[in-house]
């Protein structure tokens, strides 16, 4: 009887550990993140409206991909209707690089929401980079933040105008900082 009863226990806990609703993941710096078994839902609209309240979190969206980065197929963009909104997607650690076959693909994205936060601070260390470069060898490329996508240092002149832009622009937006959100792709599955 005390065997029937202890595998009977052992069943409910078994059952209720399958059904909870989290599941745990670890990032780069080893904090614990919690996922959701569900997800918020986003419209690709939207993201952009949004995705400052959603920083960290998990999310699910659908879309169409219009375009696979061919240098490494870390990144991706979809778009759902309207094809002037687009969300960046870019894989996490883990994955595999998107095939540039799924363009044109409707797929389901799940993954967290990142953002990529521009300021002062930010401004200037992408100025003394430049800087540090500059008295180095002619053919030394300069890392711009995307693998694959190194520029030679004939393009410093590029990239402090492309500062001075950005410097622009946040001025012009009344606040100390530019944010631009993406997702960092947990799973994706085609529709």
């Excluded at 209720?16 to 710096?29: D, F, I, L, P, R």
């Excluded at 696979?68 to 690089?97: L, S, W, Y």
């Amino acid at each position: 009887m005390f065997k029937n009863l202890f595998m009977v226990l052992i069943l409910a806990i078994g059952l209720v550990a399958c059904g909870t609703s989290t599941q745990k993941q670890e990032n780069k710096n080893q904090e614990e993140v919690v996922l959701e078994a569900n997800p918020v839902t986003v419209i690709v609209e939207d993201f952009d409206s949004v995705a400052g309240d959603l920083v960290g979190q998990e999310i699910e969206m659908t879309g169409t991909i219009v375009h696979v980065c061919q240098h490494g197929g870390k990144r991706m963009f979809i778009i759902n209707e309207d094809p002037d909104m687009r969300v960046k997607i870019t894989t996490n650690e883990d994955m595999a690089a998107f095939n540039t076959d799924l363009e044109g693909s409707d797929v389901v994205v799940r993954g967290i929401v990142e953002e990529l936060r521009i300021d002062e601070d930010y401004l200037q260390n992408w100025e003394s980079e430049l800087q540090a470069e500059a008295g180095g060898d002619s053919e030394h490329k300069i890392h711009t933040g995307e693998e694959g996508h190194e520029h030679h240092e004939g393009d410093a002149n590029h990239e402090l105008e492309q500062i001075n832009n950005l410097r622009q622009e946040i001025a012009d937006s009344g606040t100390d900082h530019l944010s631009y959100y993406s997702v960092v792709c947990t799973e994706y599955k085609q529709k």
